[in-house]
């Protein structure tokens, strides 16, 4: 299994609503990340998990709270999002390379 | 922190012919330079990486050149095919974590 895969793939919330996003590795990678993409430009890193521990948090707005509850698991929980977080977020591991998942396109209404 | 700078930002080319896309980064630290394709609606797919240690690698119609000294590193594409259209990004980090990619090239193949 060499995939990394991303749960929805599409997601529409309003400003009030609480959401998750999901990620979920079986390649026994020890470093998950997420990413902010917004159209047109390259991905941004958001945060950095290391052996199940936030090793970096690029100064990301508190609205966003990653959680990394196993190995191969990787949550990105929302919650009071603006219209301008709307982006596809992309969730990653990697060992000596990376992989990325297909992406959530979040929409926040 | 790193730059990574990106050229061209759009690349048309023939089918059959060849591309190629420029890179130059910042960080003399860097050691690791992916380079991924994104189509539309999709992740980025790692499709070549480079390590300092190493000037030029090659798989099949994909390779890339590194020139440490300059730090730039370069993406070529030979043997283009309509398959090959989607936009490009390159990176460089110290090991793979924290990538700084460059803006990206839109890469459009003609038949």
């Known amino acids: 299994d060499t995939e990394v895969t991303q749960t929805p793939k599409h997601l529409v919330m309003g400003m009030t609503n609480k959401k998750s996003l999901k990620c979920e590795q079986h390649m026994g990678h020890r470093a998950m990340y997420w990413y902010k993409q917004k159209a047109k430009k390259p991905p941004e890193l958001m945060f950095v998990y290391s052996y199940e521990k936030l090793s970096i948090n690029e100064s990301v707005p508190s609205r966003f709270s990653p959680e990394c509850p196993n190995s191969s698991l990787l949550n990105l929980h929302l919650h009071a999002l603006q219209p301008e977080d709307s982006a596809l977020y992309l969730c990653?591991?990697?060992?000596?390379?990376?992989?990325f998942g297909s992406g959530t396109r979040l929409t926040v209404v | 922190g790193e730059n990574v700078e990106q050229h061209p930002s759009t690349l048309s080319v023939q089918e059959g012919d060849s591309a190629v896309i420029k890179c130059t980064y910042s960080?003399?630290?860097?050691?690791?330079f992916p380079w991924y394709k994104q189509e539309l609606g999709k992740g980025p797919q790692l499709i070549i990486d480079?390590?300092?240690?190493?000037g030029e690698k090659k798989d099949q119609r994909i390779a890339v050149t590194l020139n440490k000294t300059a730090k730039h590193f370069s993406l070529h594409i030979t043997e283009t095919q309509p398959e090959d259209s989607a936009v490009y990004f390159c990176?460089?980090?110290?090991?793979?974590?924290?990538?700084?990619f460059g803006a990206g090239t839109q890469v459009v193949v003609t038949p």
């Open positions: 960080d003399s630290a860097s050691n690791y």
């Open positions: 480079i390590r300092s240690n190493v």
């Open positions: 990653a591991s990697s060992r000596y390379r990376g992989t």
């Open positions: 990176a460089a980090s110290r090991g793979w974590g924290k990538l700084q």
